[in-house]
């Protein structure tokens, strides 16, 4: 992990359990005598001069140390416990929960669990929130399955809470297009909520993140969940409602982004759909932008114009030539395909298309495998 010594991890590990997330004051003793003698003077209920509030705040919680059964469990299921000391923290990201007035089951959170090979920090800084209905219209599945892929073709971290609905479609159509995604929990690391996503659960964590504030054997609540959406809100680069009813934690969701300075855009549906009547609200009070679109919802993430060059960050297939660019498109994000194949997608005759394929070889953009290709 490095950065911090085992004891600064261990006593960050104590600190993250012992009062409910999120907690201010634990966070502010942190701020001003460090982690290692703020879980001591926890301990000792015995905290300097104008703490008192941690004491109310870590009663319950104060003498049960699992500090090192919590960082054991998550070794053992490839998690870590990512701290504001360690270099992949996502303090820009988060500092909006310092900032806004976030007095209900608001502020930073003090420690991030998270389960998976990328770096927060980067994912954080660079994601889309898609987020919605639990009963899920057919219509929400295409459109979240539309807008994922091509943010995720446009390597645009998509997040969400790995929830049924919405929130299932989003992560496994980011999946399937090969690009990042990350599902924030209201459980602890090592919990598969709901049960019937723990095999797409297991896939995020294979080649994205599960994060959680909350740490290893904690259950989800009705609470959790509500503290967990200003994380989903907090760690994006704008919010998109695919679906939601009149209140539900979608409509929560982009509360906390409006209250934080997140762009929020919300899909219009169909005005007989009760699953789509938050959207035409937020859009009718003027709260959301309309979104219909991979272009519109990138435009609403990036209102400097970065839209124009994917998210302003330099990426492998930038200065690619236009039918270069269509021949890449037409390569799917998994699997293999043949010339003729990709002519057809791509529109392209058979020999536009070979001198293509030979140029973003050179690059190393793509593989030939024997005989067909796929993306690098």
Known sequence: MGGITDEERSAWAYLARVAEPPCSAVE?????????????????????????????????????????????????????????????WPGWPLLALSTADTSAR????????????????????????????????????????????GLA??????????????????????????????AVMACGIDRDYPAGHARLLAEIAEHGLVISEYPPGTTAAKHRFLTRNRLVAAMSDAVIVVEAGRRSGAANTAAWA???????????????????????????????????????????ATPDGAAESGRGR?????????????VHDAIPGRGAVTIEEIAFSAGLDIATVRSALARMDVRGLIVNDSGTWRLA
Request: glycine share 10%; aromatic share 2%; proline share 5%.
């Open 258 to 300: 409006r209250k934080l300075g997140r762009p929020l855009g919300a899909v219009p549906g169909p005005v007989t759909s009760a699953t789509s009547v938050g959207c035409h609200q937020m859009i009718a009070d003027d709260l959301a932008q309309l979104v219909t679109d991979t272009r519109s919802v990138i435009a609403l």
């Open 28 to 88: 502010s003793l942190c701020a001003e005598i460090g982690p290692v003698a703020a879980a001591a003077a926890i301990r000792a209920r015995s905290v300097p001069a104008g703490h008192e509030s941690v004491l109310a705040a870590t009663a319950g919680r104060a003498e049960i140390d699992t500090s090192a059964e919590d960082l054991e469990v998550a070794d053992r299921i490839g998690a870590r416990l990512i701290t504001r000391d360690d270099a992949e």
């Open 314 to 326: 330099p990426r492998a297939t930038d200065g690619l030539a236009p039918e270069e660019q269509r």
């Open 153 to 182: 073709m446009e390597d645009w971290t998509v997040t969400s809470g790995g929830a049924y609905g919405i929130d299932g479609v989003a992560h496994r159509a980011a999946l399937a297009s090969g690009g990042p995604t990350m």
């Open 106 to 149: 608001g502020g930073e959170p003090l420690a991030l669990w998270a389960r998976g090979p990328r770096r927060l920090d980067d994912m954080a800084s660079t994601a889309i929130a898609l987020v919605g209905s639990r009963a899920a219209s057919g219509y929400g599945e295409q459109v979240t399955s539309t807008l994922a892929s």
